[in-house]
């Protein structure tokens, strides 16, 4: 039985280009989830020495997370689509029920990108903030491992 919820979302993204079908691989997911753990790990390591390192490897876990979802189906975001585009496709799949556990990726893309490129009134990131978004990381890490048995290829 294939997903049904979302696919007209789906079916949108991948005519605009901004996902495209590969194909599907549990493996590969397997893989991105413990890239994913390790990610988390590291940042909890370095968070005193390097917040803004440890910020951008939790973001990583928290983007792999969720494309791992979505290369279980065999859909992975382009270029065109970008980070966006994984927040979406799986927003539309997963909310309801989960839509709460999804909320802040954009919360974190948004703070991460602001490390990246920062202008002079971005505020620095601190271990503060890396302790708090630890537990979102560890959310989508969960939410993916709950839901790549139930969600077959697209």
Same mark, same amino acid.
């Given at each position: 039985m294939?997903? *049904?919820?979302? !696919?007209? !979302?789906? +079916?949108?993204m991948?005519? *605009?280009?901004?996902?495209? #079908?590969?194909?599907?691989? !549990?493996? @590969?997911?397997?893989?991105?989830?413990?890239q994913?753990?390790?990610?988390?790990?590291l940042? #909890?390591?370095?968070?005193?020495?390097?917040?803004?390192?440890a910020?951008?490897? &939790?973001?990583?876990a928290?983007?792999?997370? $969720?494309?791992s979802?979505?290369? /279980?189906?065999?859909l !992975? *975001?382009?270029?065109?689509?970008? @980070?966006?585009?994984?927040?979406?496709?799986?927003?539309?799949?997963?909310?309801?029920?989960?839509?709460?556990? $999804?909320?802040?990726? +954009? #919360?974190m893309r948004? #703070?991460r /990108?602001?490390?990246?490129?920062?202008r002079?009134?971005?505020p +620095?990131?601190?271990?503060?903030?890396?302790v708090?978004d630890?537990?979102r990381?560890?959310?989508? &890490? *969960?939410?993916a491992?709950?839901?790549?048995?139930?969600?077959?290829?697209?």
């Amino acid at each position: 039985m294939r997903w *049904a919820q979302g !696919r007209d !979302r789906i +079916d949108t993204m991948l005519s *605009a280009g901004q996902l495209e #079908r590969v194909p599907p691989s !549990r493996k @590969h997911s397997d893989a991105m989830l413990r890239q994913a753990e390790r990610h988390i790990d590291l940042a #909890r390591i370095g968070m005193h020495a390097d917040p803004v390192g440890a910020y951008q490897l &939790l973001y990583d876990a928290s983007r792999k997370a $969720l494309a791992s979802i979505l290369e /279980n189906q065999g859909l !992975r *975001a382009t270029s065109r689509g970008g @980070h966006l585009a994984v927040l979406d496709a799986v927003t539309a799949q997963l909310d309801p029920p989960l839509g709460r556990v $999804l909320r802040s990726f +954009d #919360r974190m893309r948004r #703070r991460r /990108n602001g490390a990246e490129y920062p202008r002079p009134e971005t505020p +620095d990131i601190t271990a503060e903030d890396v302790v708090e978004d630890l537990r979102r990381a560890e959310e989508f &890490l *969960a939410l993916a491992r709950k839901v790549l048995d139930q969600m077959s290829p697209y």
